[in-house]
């Protein structure tokens, strides 16, 4: 789990952290979850959703 940027980090390394997490090792998993509290938060997230690349 990846605290907010209001607990332990700031919200874009949580957000990079969470990605990459999910992003680490090849899952059966369907679907994944961000938990986004804020709009603010969420156009973050994708900025970097977007500009990353997921790993092969």
Do not use: C, W, Y
């Amino acid at each position: 789990m990846a605290e907010n940027g209001s607990v332990l980090r700031p919200k874009d390394d949580a957000v990079v952290q969470a990605l990459t997490g999910l992003r680490a090792e090849p899952t059966t998993v369907e679907v994944a979850r961000l938990v986004l509290f804020d709009e603010e938060t969420h156009r973050l997230a994708d900025r970097i959703f977007q500009a990353t690349d997921p790993l092969p």
